[in-house]
């Protein structure tokens, strides 16, 4: 087979992938204090009943996915935190259609025992179960735990290693693996997960920035997560890992987090930015920021995530406010539509007022994001741009 047949279906994954509908996730406040480290009025709620009722709300806003987040100890103004796994089954079973993501942490996983739980989960909800596999950042989760904590891009081998373990055990009736940090041995799981077409398993999401990352990424991860970016960020890091998939005849999808703020007005949108940095609270943001550029400047090219955010960039702690959803409904679908002419397939959303930002989105962004993607499809302007980003070239 030719390298230019190869060449030329990847060619064409790429736009098959980038002309389907952009998806939308949220963050599932699992984690008490909000998506913002500031005084602000947050009206959110980490509770159960509070998460059941926005998953209804959300998947009948447009909303494809929901990330339940995973912290572990009190930290940087989230006192309390339910468990991932746990709290994203009960989603799915509240809900019909919405895909649950739950994040994890090889290392305070077995991947064997996590690889049934949500095998269980998938069955239970229909195929809707996904895992966010986090290499992790925050120390005192694992020493405290009794938990060795290996250098940066030793996290990021055994992260590879949990993911492929995963992917085996999912798909083999006979698994096999063999790694320095997990072994598999003739093993069947049953139940496997649900079958799902165009699916071969549970979605297997990744973040990161380092180049570690983004390699794995391009190995071995079916969506990968980038904090909160601007155009050019996106772009980068979208060719970095497609270049990496490409080598392995493989293709992944993007995420990108962003913080959303619509108001009827710029000017009310940008009133609210402001006063939630304000009200940032400011020792629970340097403290955050200190760890977190402690663990990315432990990459070996210093290529870590948060390596360049300023205070700012911290209140909202993936650096959402980066992406620029700041403004009225028009302004920000048509950012959210650039995104998709820099490669990103799905937008993971936060808001400050969950209910009511939920439903605003779906009554007055999504429709005309809808609209946006619409023309670009049949104006042949999707492929024009993705070409002149240099996106096109590899899976």
Do not use: C
């Amino acid at each position: 087979m030719s390298s230019n047949s190869t060449e030329n279906r990847a060619a064409e994954r790429a736009l098959e992938v980038a002309h389907r509908p952009l998806q939308f996730a949220y963050w599932v406040p699992n984690v008490s204090g909000g998506l913002v480290v500031s005084t602000i009025e947050q009206r959110t709620d980490w509770s159960y009943d509070y998460n059941k009722k926005l998953a209804v709300l959300a998947e009948n806003n447009g909303f494809d996915y929901a990330l339940s987040q995973v912290r572990y100890i009190a930290s940087y103004g989230a006192a309390y935190q339910h468990e991932s796994t746990s709290f994203s089954l009960a989603l799915l079973l509240a809900t019909e259609r919405l895909k649950v993501i739950a994040a994890v942490h090889p290392g305070l996983w077995q991947p064997g025992v996590l690889a049934k739980l949500i095998a269980t989960a998938d069955q239970l909800s229909g195929g809707r179960a996904a895992v966010n596999v986090v290499s992790g950042w925050f120390k005192d989760e694992f020493t405290k735990l009794g938990e060795p904590w290996l250098e940066h891009d030793e996290r990021y081998r055994r992260s590879e290693e949990f993911i492929t373990y995963l992917r085996e055990i999912w798909t083999s009736e006979h698994a096999e693996f063999s790694g320095d940090f997990y072994r598999l041995h003739d093993f069947d799981l049953k139940p496997k997960p649900t079958e799902v077409a165009g699916r071969a398993h549970p979605e297997i999401f990744q973040g990161g920035n380092s180049t570690a990352a983004r390699a794995m990424a391009g190995r071995v991860s079916d969506w990968y997560f980038s904090n909160g970016k601007d155009f050019d960020g996106i772009t980068e890091q979208v060719i970095d890992v497609k270049t990496e998939a490409a080598l392995h005849n493989r293709t992944v999808r993007f995420g990108l987090n962003g913080f959303l703020i619509g108001r009827d007005s710029e000017a009310e949108a940008r009133d609210v930015l402001r006063e939630i940095v304000d009200k940032a609270d400011r020792e629970a943001v340097e403290g955050f920021g200190s760890a977190v550029k402690q663990a990315g400047q432990s990459t070996g090219n210093g290529t870590g995530m948060w390596q360049d955010s300023e205070f700012t960039d911290l209140v909202q702690y993936n650096d959402g406010f980066r992406t620029g959803l700041i403004g009225t409904p028009e302004q920000i679908a048509e950012r959210i539509v650039g995104y998709k002419t820099r490669g990103v397939n799905l937008l993971l959303l936060g808001f400050l007022h969950y209910l009511e930002d939920v439903e605003y989105f779906g009554a007055k962004i999504l429709p005309l994001v809808r609209e946006l993607e619409a023309d670009l499809a049949t104006s042949g302007k999707l492929e024009s741009e993705l070409a002149r980003n240099g996106l096109l070239v590899n899976s």
